[in-house]
Structures are given as C-alpha cells and as structure tokens.
C-alpha cells in the first residue's frame, strides 16, 4: 500500500490502464468510443498545458539563481574554481557522446514506422516537420534576444536561456544587498512557479490517464512496445555515462580499477535504491576518504559541490529523451539546432538541480525539445515511464562526482595525508 502513495507509481499506473482501456475501446468500443475518449482527452490537454505554462518563466528563475550560485561557488576558492571547470567539461562531454551514441543507436535499432505513426497519431501532434533551421549568422545573431519578452513568449527557448545566463552572472557583480535582495525575488519566483507545477502534478494520473487514453485508442499495444524502447535507449544513456565515468577515475584519475569498484559498490547500491545523490553524499564521501585515499577537506568541499550544482548524466539523458522524440516524429534537427539544444542542456542541468524528480524532468527536457523545433506532447507519457531511466540517472550521477573527487584528489598540490578508515 505505501508503494502505491508514490506519485511515479500511481502515474505509471494511469498510464498502463489509460492504454489498456483506449485499445479495448478501439476494438470493441464502437463508433461511440473515440467521440467519448476525444472528450476525457480534453482533460489531458488542458494538463498538458498547465505545465507549459510555467516553463518559460520557471526556466528562467532557476537559471539566474543556479548560475549565480555556482559562480558564488567557483569564487570560494583555487579548488572550487577547479571543481566547477571539471563539472562544465564532463557535462559538455557527456552531452556530446549522448547525442552521438543516441542517434547511432537508433539508427541500428529504430522504433517501428507502425507503432511510431500510431504514437504520433495518439499523442494528436503529427507535425508538419521542423521549422526551417537559420544559417549560422541568423542563428549566431538569435542568440541575444533583442526583446526578451517577445522571445519567450514565441517559445525561443535558447535566446531566453542566454539572457538567464548573462542576468545569473550579473547579479554576482552587484553590491551584496542589492544582488542578495534580486537573487532572493528570483528564488520568490522559482518557488512559485515549483509550487504550481506541484498542483498541476498532483493531477499528474488523471492527465497522464485522459491522454494515455487517446494513445492506446489510435496505437494500440504498439504504443508499449515504443515505450519499452524508450526506457532501454534513455538507460543506456545513463549507462555509458556511468562507464564513461569509470574510465576517467581509471585514466586520469590512476584510480586501480578494483579499487575503484570496491569504492563505488556501496555507493551504486545506495544509488539504486534511493535514486537520489544527496542520499548518497554520506556514503561518497566515506568511500572517497577510505577507498580512493582523498584527503578529507578535498571530499567535503567537492562532493557536496557536486550534489548541489553537478549532475553528470542530466544533459546526456534529457538530450536522449529529446532524440528519441525527434526520431518517432521523423524529424532531423540541424546540426545548429544541436549545438543551441547542447547549450540549453547544460545550462538547465546546472539550474534544475535539487528540483523534484517530475518537475526536473519537464522542466529539464521540454527546452531542449523546443530548442530542437520538438513538440513537447510526448513527455508526460515519457514522464510515466521514467522511474526505470531515473536509476541509471543517479548511477552515473553519483559516479562522475565520485570521478572528480579522485581527479582533483590527485591533482590538488597541498592535499594532506588522507584519513584512514
């Protein structure tokens, strides 16, 4: 009984039966059903468009105050600027191999053209293709938004995620009461915007049922069959940002390899069973002390860096979701659209984190998509079925902060002896 009170449940629930009943109504159901169906789908719709409607401006707070907070971090010190250039890095480098390796995959192993159409088709946004990308000097002069307003209600996602940017910085330039009195209305506005996406996902079965409804009507079971290839791709993301992060702790890091298996074991175990990072943070910074040898003082300002502003597979596994969307719709963003979708990615893995897990998420991949010229109709179903995704999530996030410990461990000139165990 507790396991059902967990709202991942409960909307995975929704979504199962919400499909079942759409493919027994689209067999036995009559000419009556789809009009009856059409009509609870108005309901999903209109859920659907109450989150979006905090997108823009939730985006925007999270990212001012995220930004500003980690450039506060990087200014406390020689080892905490240190710290944060190696998160950019590995998130850069992280979000390059995830579109990589996302489009090779399903190039490979591609979703069914039956089951894709009847996916687009249930999810009612067949779109007519991806807006015309700009040339490079159209899409370079975008970038500054001569009117951010107008931007972000035309939905121009990256234009709007620089201005967060550069604001995010400035405030760090302030004199320290008026950047700590702005800071703190953008923080006013961040929890607001939470605090709605909360209602609205307290809905979240109900929303995700009515449209789950719709797509088992015009899908069918095929419908599940694209799901259960979505889960292994967005996995496997997670997966070999997790390797990738092994391989760097081995690399450069010169961690031996059974030592560095005997160090994460307990914290990947952690990581399974809580699908959070912050519950891990003891168990890392024990580990890190006792197994890889890193001095205390390097553990206890790095790991809890990383937890706070560092999350090593977000802009891996969002671009994936975002991937895998263009590829069921047969669309094929630009290589600009990339690179634009790359930055967004970046920046909203740094501004989203310590956000719940189903905000994090529309919040995380619905700008990417849009970046990419992506409908966003597809999340909240993808949304229902991320519990398993979210593990291998956190498996990858807790082994890049544990990665860059041992680097900078080995690197850091006046580290003292490390505790013993």
């Given at each position: 009984?507790?396991?059902?009170?967990?709202?991942?449940?409960q909307?995975?629930?929704?979504?199962?039966?919400?499909?079942?009943?759409?493919?027994?109504?689209?067999?036995?159901?009559?000419d009556?059903?789809?009009?009856?169906?059409?009509?609870?789908?108005?309901l999903?719709?209109l859920?659907?468009?109450?989150?979006?409607?905090?997108?823009?401006?939730?985006?925007?707070?999270?990212?001012?105050?995220?930004?500003?907070?980690?450039?506060?971090?990087?200014?406390?010190?020689?080892?905490?600027?240190?710290a944060?250039?190696?998160?950019?890095?590995?998130?850069?480098?992280?979000?390059?191999?995830?579109?990589?390796?996302?489009?090779?995959?399903?190039?490979?192993?591609?979703?069914?053209?039956?089951?894709?159409?009847?996916?687009?088709?249930?999810?009612?946004?067949?779109?007519?293709?991806?807006?015309?990308?700009?040339?490079?000097?159209?899409?370079?002069?975008?970038?500054?938004?001569?009117?951010?307003?107008?931007?972000?209600?035309?939905?121009?996602?990256?234009p709007?995620?620089?201005?967060?940017?550069?604001?995010?910085?400035?405030?760090?330039?302030?004199p320290?009461?008026?950047?700590?009195?702005?800071?703190?209305?953008?923080?006013?506005?961040?929890?607001?915007?939470?605090?709605?996406?909360?209602?609205?996902?307290?809905?979240?079965?109900?929303?995700?049922?009515?449209l789950?409804?719709?797509?088992?009507?015009?899908a069918?079971?095929?419908?599940?069959?694209?799901?259960?290839?979505?889960i292994?791709?967005?996995?496997?993301?997670?997966?070999?940002?997790?390797?990738?992060?092994?391989?760097?702790?081995?690399?450069?890091?010169?961690?031996?390899?059974?030592?560095?298996?005997?160090?994460?074991?307990?914290?990947?175990?952690?990581?399974?069973?809580t699908q959070?990072s912050?519950?891990?943070?003891?168990?890392?910074?024990?580990?890190?002390?006792d197994?890889?040898?890193?001095?205390?003082?390097?553990a206890?300002?790095?790991?809890?860096?990383?937890?706070?502003v560092?999350?090593?597979?977000?802009?891996a596994?969002?671009?994936?979701?975002?991937?895998?969307?263009?590829?069921?719709y047969g669309?094929h963003?630009?290589?600009?659209?990339y690179?634009?979708?790359?930055?967004?990615?970046?920046?909203?893995?740094?501004?989203?984190?310590?956000?719940?897990?189903?905000?994090?998420?529309?919040?995380?991949?619905?700008?990417?998509c849009?970046?990419?010229?992506?409908?966003?109709?597809?999340?909240?179903?993808?949304?229902?079925?991320?519990v398993a995704?979210?593990?291998?999530?956190t498996?990858?996030?807790?082994?890049?902060?544990m990665?860059?410990?041992?680097?900078?461990?080995?690197d850091?000139?006046?580290?003292?002896?490390?505790?013993?165990?």
């Amino acid at each position: 009984m507790k396991l059902l009170k967990s709202l991942s449940v409960q909307v995975l629930i929704a979504l199962a039966v919400g499909l079942a009943v759409g493919a027994v109504a689209a067999v036995y159901g009559g000419d009556g059903a789809p009009k009856v169906i059409e009509g609870v789908e108005a309901l999903g719709g209109l859920w659907l468009n109450a989150l979006r409607m905090t997108v823009v401006p939730l985006i925007f707070a999270v990212l001012v105050t995220g930004i500003a907070q980690v450039s506060d971090a990087a200014a406390t010190g020689r080892l905490a600027m240190r710290a944060v250039i190696w998160f950019v890095a590995l998130l850069l480098v992280s979000a390059v191999t995830s579109v990589l390796l996302v489009n090779g995959v399903l190039a490979v192993w591609p979703v069914g053209e039956a089951a894709a159409t009847a996916l687009r088709a249930g999810a009612q946004a067949p779109p007519a293709g991806v807006a015309i990308a700009p040339d490079f000097v159209a899409w370079v002069k975008s970038l500054a938004p001569s009117n951010p307003i107008k931007a972000a209600a035309e939905d121009a996602i990256l234009p709007v995620v620089v201005f967060a940017v550069f604001t995010g910085f400035a405030l760090t330039r302030l004199p320290d009461e008026r950047g700590r009195t702005l800071l703190e209305v953008f923080q006013a506005l961040g929890e607001a915007m939470i605090i709605i996406v909360r209602w609205v996902l307290l809905a979240a079965p109900i929303g995700v049922f009515a449209l789950g409804l719709g797509v088992g009507l015009r899908a069918g079971v095929g419908a599940a069959g694209v799901l259960g290839h979505y889960i292994v791709v967005a996995s496997l993301a997670g997966l070999v940002i997790a390797i990738l992060a092994y391989v760097l702790a081995v690399t450069i890091g010169r961690v031996p390899l059974g030592r560095w298996a005997r160090a994460t074991s307990p914290v990947l175990a952690t990581a399974f069973a809580t699908q959070s990072s912050l519950a891990c943070l003891p168990a890392m910074i024990e580990r890190s002390r006792d197994d890889l040898g890193v001095p205390q003082r390097i553990a206890n300002l790095v790991l809890p860096l990383a937890v706070a502003v560092f999350r090593m597979t977000s802009p891996a596994v969002n671009l994936a979701v975002c991937v895998f969307v263009a590829h069921v719709y047969g669309l094929h963003p630009s290589m600009l659209q990339y690179v634009g979708a790359v930055f967004v990615a970046l920046a909203v893995s740094v501004g989203s984190v310590g956000l719940p897990g189903q905000v994090s998420f529309i919040v995380s991949v619905a700008p990417i998509c849009i970046a990419l010229g992506l409908p966003i109709e597809l999340l909240p179903i993808l949304l229902a079925v991320e519990v398993a995704p979210d593990i291998f999530r956190t498996l990858g996030n807790v082994s890049g902060d544990m990665a860059v410990t041992a680097i900078l461990a080995r690197d850091e000139p006046q580290a003292e002896p490390a505790t013993q165990a």
